[in-house]
């Protein structure tokens, strides 16, 4: 990878890359609704294909040989396979509930179990971090303070 290139010379043909965000069809995957999954985030596959979508965005085709499937991936939702990758139970839309009061310079912004957005995983932080969207603010908040609004529909990501 050339960390430095925004371009269809970032990712070489045939070079593993890790996707960063879940991938679902956007209605340009043949079989699948619109709104499925197609790849999780944090799955490696390897650059088939550079190519150009509207004359402006670069795409790489990536197959994901442990998925059995070929998609179309933007320069920032890809790194290299062999970059650091630290795995969040949460990405962005994700709805969640906090399991404390939360609270800035002595106030509860948000009560135990208020529910949320989220809007950015903070990867770099340690520990894991979000962005999380309550009623009225944005809090950057702790993993290990949330849960899911709805844990019958949440999905667990995989190991």
Request: overall charge negative; proline content about 5%; some cysteine.
């Amino acid at each position: 990878m050339i960390e430095e290139r925004f371009d269809e010379e970032r990712f070489e043909f045939g070079e593993a890359v890790r996707v960063t965000r879940n991938v679902r069809n956007d209605g340009t995957y043949p079989g699948m609704e619109i709104g499925d999954l197609l790849i999780r985030r944090g799955s490696v596959g390897n650059v088939i294909e550079v190519g150009t979508f509207l004359q402006d965005q670069v795409i790489y085709t990536v197959h994901f040989l442990n998925h059995g499937r070929m998609v179309g991936c933007r320069a920032e939702e890809l790194i290299s396979a062999d970059a650091v990758w630290k795995p969040s139970r949460f990405e962005f839309r994700d709805k969640v509930k906090c399991t404390i009061d939360l609270g800035v310079q002595g106030n509860v912004i948000a009560a135990k179990g208020s529910d949320g957005e989220i809007l950015k995983v903070l990867r770099e932080t340690e520990p894991l971090q979000y962005h999380v969207r309550f009623p009225g603010r944005t809090l950057q908040v702790p993993e290990s303070v949330l849960e899911p609004a709805d844990p019958s529909k949440f999905r667990e990501p995989e190991e």
